[in-house]
């Protein structure tokens, strides 16, 4: 007897026992359970409800300022920056730029005359803020009555034998240079003394 057949009967008759019935309640039972709906029809019906309920997603816009009457801007300015005070986009700068005869991106810089010329054409009055360099290089007045005297530090510096201890021992007014084997240096020191009634530090 096949296998199928076999589970049947076994099925059949535990059913008997437990006061089910046999075949004709076994099928009906069977008849009573949903029937397997196809793959291509839930693929389609899950894809319309993923679809339906997919909500849209924020894309990012550029935000542009309402457009002024007047704006003021330094000797220099950039074009986005530009675009982003007067209330237009970088595009429409860029094509006034072209018109011009200059050729400019976003990140590029323009003058201030140019600025200029491009915001009349909007109807938008440009106040450009000018500086003039010497007034950043204007001496400050020192007041020399609160300066702190301090002793100088000179460091002489110079190849074997090129004098530097013979000038030492003409400051100091000393003979070291003489007693050194070969009149050359073999040490590095420091010096502090009274010069002219003033100190000063040699290295």
Request: aromatic letters at 4%; proline letters at 3%.
């Amino acid at each position: 007897m096949p296998a199928k057949r076999k589970n049947l009967r076994r099925t059949n008759e535990e059913m008997r026992r437990r006061g089910g019935g046999g075949n004709r309640d076994y099928y009906n039972i069977r008849e009573r359970r949903p029937r397997r709906r196809k793959k291509a029809v839930l693929k389609d019906q899950l894809s319309v409800k993923v679809q339906g309920e997919t909500p849209e997603t924020d894309q990012p816009k550029h935000v542009f300022n309402p457009r002024k009457k007047s704006i003021r801007i330094g000797n220099q300015v950039g074009v986005a920056e530009l675009a982003g005070l007067i209330g237009i986009k970088v595009p429409e700068i860029l094509k006034k730029l072209m018109s011009l005869g200059i050729m400019a991106t976003i990140n590029q810089t323009i003058t201030g005359e140019t600025a200029e010329l491009i915001a009349a054409d909007f109807d938008i009055t440009v106040e450009v803020e000018t500086f003039e360099l010497s007034d950043l290089l204007k001496e400050e007045k020192l007041d020399v009555s609160q300066f702190e005297s301090r002793a100088p530090i000179v460091t002489i510096m110079g190849h074997v034998d090129h004098g530097k201890t013979s000038l030492l021992d003409k400051i100091r007014e000393t003979r070291i240079a003489s007693g050194e084997a070969g009149g050359i240096t073999q040490h590095i020191g420091a010096y502090h003394l009274k010069v002219g009634g003033n100190s000063i530090t040699f290295l």
